[in-house]
């Protein structure tokens, strides 16, 4: 359970990290969070936590049940399909944000794309850092 919470906080920063990036090098375009109350900072972060968790889950039941299926599409590609599945389920996360009525907004499928491997390198990043907080074993 600390494993899946520290995650989930990773995936939390790793999207803010994003969404800094993009606003940064693209003004009104790529991958935003819109927060359930605008100019409220507790609710942004809840936000983003509650993205994050959204992620998490996502990552972890659809995620693996895509790789495990999909292997044999997965080594005929060297693995670039991997980008491709990993923008669809960022696309996945939007979706079920904008269902809810808040949340991450991506402006399309290259974006996802895109997104979604921003947030896999800073996310493997931090899951890094964070290690020795989710209790698994330093070998």
């Known amino acids: 359970m600390r494993r899946f919470v520290v995650r989930a906080i990773a995936n939390a920063i790793a999207l803010w990290l994003t969404t800094l990036l993009f606003s940064f090098l693209w003004r009104d375009a790529g991958v935003r969070v819109v927060s359930y109350e605008s100019g409220d900072v ?10 994050g968790l959204i992620f998490g889950l996502v990552n972890g039941v659809l995620g693996t049940a895509i790789r495990i299926v999909a292997f044999p599409l997965y080594l005929l590609t060297l693995g670039l399909i991997s980008l491709v599945v990993n923008g669809l389920l960022f696309l996945l ?47």
Do not use: E, M
């Open 93 to 139: 996360v939007a979706w079920i944000s904008d269902v809810i009525g808040f949340g991450l907004v991506v402006d399309g499928f290259w974006w996802g794309v895109l997104g979604a491997l921003v947030v896999g390198v800073i996310g493997w990043v931090l899951g890094l850092v964070l290690r020795p907080l989710s209790g698994r074993n330093q070998d």
């Open 42 to 51: 507790i609710a942004t972060v809840l936000t983003y936590l509650l993205l």
